[in-house]
């Protein structure tokens, strides 16, 4: 009887395989000749990047080729088991240490040393197991720690404490190098011991040499994994959804994955391989992969209530110029952590270049989770929704004066509920749009820390025989601005919104322009602040409404 042969598929948990994944050559994505140059130098380093991203994938890839050279003994070996020991150093040290002992045990060479290396955990256990495991080795040991930043505490402090204590002994009685892996480099540990004292990564260990960050997918890298699919199963993917797949994810390999499974099995697998996968299906996707609250989804949107990842990520949503006036409010070890999480990146050529939202569907998630309680006040709608035309066209005006009214009764209340105050109405209104999403639309949202404003290209498709001008969906700009206590005057507000809602909408191709200004000024009082006004910036009508 012939064996059925299992068809592959698209990785979303855990380690790659190749014999079930499609997957790219790890060792690509990692500097080897860099990394073996590092070893032979032997030096302790890091490797960092952020969840879900092929750091264990890597780093298998990379034991396994180290091991098959034959200069070195590489062992792998995963200490998140101890994360739960928190300042229990003898209860995490021996976990470690029984973690060790299975990576060890089915070498021939180890073959009988586990129960000798697992002991109770204490403040030199650790040192004590790879002194044992070195000293019979004929060749030099590399060992490679992952989820290191897993710890937590004392037992963190104590690990990174024994590795500096056997640097001087290596290689004989120690690791010729370790390389630590996790979410964020070293320096960016925040250690608290169980006497409240606070602890920053390098006071524990002195001797990293160098961190190394894996890197994304490169838009080719992408082509490549998708063309794995169509080669074993002869479904395609259209030409068009590459540039959309790159602007969702921006290389993000989890992403990349998971839009493609979603494509691939979850939306498709019962109808077989026949239809190609479509720029729609890939918007489908990403929207799905929101709304599921996927785990790696759902992992970075919990870190959004971290105070760190609040100071930076709250100006964004602002679109605020906030950036540029109080660079001293800012520190950049807060920057430099965001963006190891993977929720930002540096967009441009010089030094100096934006902090971006990675990636779109990052964009879209961040305001979703943080307004995630008042959408499900605010979005439920009648099978015709009242911003809905008779002939199936979206009316934003209607929308956005119910938006008026509802800001004027229920801001207060409701901005006093967000953890991110500073973001309020730019959340509050996007809150307030979610419906357009439920009811079968697409909003995009751009902003990036000191642009001075948020973006949002509200698309609407057109019923048929609604379409206008052969275009298949209604585009309609609506630009966010703020008038600050402390900041620009309302005249330079609203004139450079003016300029700028004309400018993204040329580009985006809009038929309607709005700009929304709130003035958060005190002393001003609702009838002041609430209007509706036209004005033209060339051939452009824009529709501009105070709140």
């Not at 995490?92 to 089915?106: E, F, K, M, N, P």
């Not at 894996?214 to 590459?242: A, K, P």
Request: proline share 4%.
């Amino acid at each position: 009887m012939t064996a059925r042969k299992t068809e592959k598929f698209f990785n979303t948990a855990g380690p790659g395989k190749e014999d079930l994944n499609y997957m790219l050559d790890p060792l690509r994505r990692v500097n080897y000749n860099e990394i073996v140059t590092l070893i032979d130098q032997q030096r302790y380093f890091v490797l960092h990047a952020p969840r879900q991203t092929g750091k264990t994938t890597s780093l298998l890839a990379m034991a396994d080729k180290i091991n098959g050279e034959g200069r070195y003994h590489c062992v792998y070996v995963n200490v998140e088991a101890a994360q739960t020991a928190r300042n229990d150093v003898a209860r995490g040290v021996t976990a470690i240490l029984s973690r060790l002992a299975s990576a060890v045990s089915d070498l021939p060479l180890f073959a009988g040393l586990a129960p000798d290396i697992v002991r109770e955990g204490s403040d030199t256990a650790f040192t004590a197991a790879l002194e044992i495991l070195c000293k019979i080795l004929d060749k030099p040991l590399v060992l490679f720690i992952d989820e290191i930043d897993a710890l937590v505490g004392d037992t963190l402090v104590s690990v990174l404490r024994q590795l500096r204590d056997t640097y001087t002994n290596r290689p004989r009685k120690a690791p010729i190098s370790v390389v630590l892996c996790g979410v964020r480099d070293i320096r960016d540990y925040r250690i608290h011991r169980s006497d409240g004292e606070i602890i920053t990564g390098g006071s524990c260990v002195n001797i990293k040499a160098k961190s190394l960050r894996l890197g994304d997918f490169s838009r080719e890298e992408i082509r490549e994994l998708y063309v794995q699919h169509t080669e074993m199963t002869g479904q395609v993917f259209e030409e068009n959804i590459y540039p959309k797949v790159w602007e969702l994810t921006h290389g993000q390999p989890w992403l990349v994955n998971a839009l493609a499974n979603q494509v691939t099995f979850e939306m498709t697998e019962g109808r077989g391989r026949k239809n190609p996968i479509t720029l729609d299906m890939i918007e489908k996707a990403a929207e799905q992969l929101i709304l599921l609250r996927v785990t790696h989804l759902d992992h970075l949107t919990d870190k959004l209530r971290e105070d760190r990842v609040r100071r930076v990520i709250a100006p964004i949503v602002a679109g605020e110029n906030w950036y540029k006036d109080h660079k001293g409010e800012l520190h950049p070890d807060d920057i430099q952590y965001v963006i190891d999480l993977g929720l930002l990146r540096r967009e441009g050529a010089d030094q100096g270049r934006a902090l971006v939202v990675s990636n779109a569907i990052y964009k879209e998630v961040i305001p979703r989770e943080l307004t995630a309680v008042m959408e499900d006040n605010l979005t439920s709608s009648p099978r015709q929704p009242w911003y809905v035309n008779e002939d199936g066209t979206l009316d934003i005006k209607k929308l956005l004066r119910e938006f008026q009214l509802f800001f004027r009764e229920n801001s207060e209340s409701w901005l006093e509920r967000f953890d991110y105050k500073e973001a309020g109405f730019q959340l509050l209104l996007q809150a307030f749009l979610q419906r357009i999403v439920n009811g079968g639309g697409l909003i995009g949202r751009e902003y990036a820390l000191g642009r001075g404003r948020v973006d949002l290209l509200v698309r609407w498709r057109y019923p048929a025989g609604a379409a206008r001008e052969n275009r298949k969906e209604q585009r309609i700009v609506l630009e966010l601005k703020t008038i600050r206590p402390n900041g620009h005057g309302p005249a330079r507000v609203l004139a450079e919104g003016l300029e700028q809602t004309a400018s993204y909408a040329a580009q985006s191709g809009a038929e309607e322009a709005h700009l929304l200004v709130c003035d958060e000024r005190p002393g001003h009082g609702w009838d002041e602040k609430i209007y509706k006004r036209s004005e033209n910036r060339g051939s452009r009508e824009i529709h501009l409404w105070g709140l």
